[in-house]
Nanobody, 114 residues
Framework: QVQLVESGGGLVQPGGSLRLACAASGAIFSISTVGWYRQAPGKQRELVATIGTMQNTNYADSVKGRFTISRDNVKNMVYLQMNSLKPEDTAVYYC????????WGKGTLVTVSS
């Protein structure tokens, strides 16, 4: 059974930075694609970034150049470094693991506001 637990969300001013972390349990982490998605109020959940088993990354156009995804297969962790945050980045951020099926964490709230 895979469990994902996010941390690192909070309130930050525009232009600030946050680092999200996701701790994963289960033996399939290193052979799975993992990533971050987000859902803003009244909107659908959307892709933020993913990282594959070969460290190949994919980013939404809206976060390219500002966010960086990384993974640690020894610690079973995935991170999202978010810089130059904008109010439109405000959302609940969800950790995702994909291996034959999707697994989701419960999410962590990021609020970008002055």
């Amino acid at each position: 059974q895979v469990q994902l637990v996010e941390s690192g969300g909070g309130l930050v001013q525009p232009g600030g930075s946050l680092r999200l972390a996701c701790a994963a349990s289960g033996a399939i982490f290193s052979i799975s694609t993992v990533g971050w998605y987000r859902q803003a109020p009244g909107k659908q959940r959307e892709l933020v970034a993913t990282i594959g088993t070969m460290q190949n990354t994919n980013y939404a156009d809206s976060v390219k150049g500002r966010f960086t995804i990384s993974r640690d297969n020894v610690k079973n962790m995935v991170y999202l470094q978010m810089n130059s945050l904008k109010p439109e980045d405000t959302a609940v951020y969800y950790c995702n693991l994909r291996r034959l099926e999707d697994y989701w964490g419960k999410g962590t709230l990021v609020t970008v506001s002055s």
